[in-house]
């Protein structure tokens, strides 16, 4: 599967941005889906993840109840709603995909397969 994400750019603090991501091929709805971030100088970082069902999420401690994670079957696309964005959300954002069985959507970076190329997103203060 190739990810193309979309979506980033710069945005003021407490302001909301959405990222998207587009998946080829006919398997989109065979993978657990996740967003990934990484700051300048630091590892990255998983964000949020959704089952291929679309029923389960996982998120970061550190964006819960700022940022949705979904998914659109027909389009083949998984998108990031960020709400209430600071500083430290700051870094590139990849889209990643994970084809293994799991009960729930993966919060280690290892476990996922297929990366996209990444969209920036800056957050000014």
């Known amino acids: 599967v190739q990810l193309v994400e979309s979506g980033g750019g710069l945005v003021q603090a407490g302001g909301s941005l959405g990222l998207s991501c587009a998946a080829s091929?006919?398997?989109?709805?065979?993978?657990?889906m996740g967003w990934v971030r990484q700051a300048p100088g630091k590892e990255r970082e998983f964000v949020a993840g959704?089952?291929?069902?679309?029923?389960?999420?996982s998120y970061a401690d550190s964006v819960k109840g700022r940022f949705t994670i979904s998914r659109d079957a027909a389009k083949r696309t998984v998108s990031l709603q960020m709400n209430s964005l600071n500083s430290e959300d700051t870094g590139v954002y990849y889209c990643?995909?994970?084809?293994?069985?799991?009960?729930?959507?993966?919060?280690?970076?290892?476990?996922?397969?297929?990366w996209g190329h990444g969209t920036q997103v800056t957050v000014s203060s």
């Open positions: 959704i089952s291929r069902s679309g029923g389960s999420t």
């Open positions: 091929g006919r398997t989109f709805s065979t993978y657990d």
């Open positions: 990643a995909a994970d084809r293994s069985i799991y009960f729930m959507p993966r919060t280690q970076i290892r476990d996922y397969d297929y």
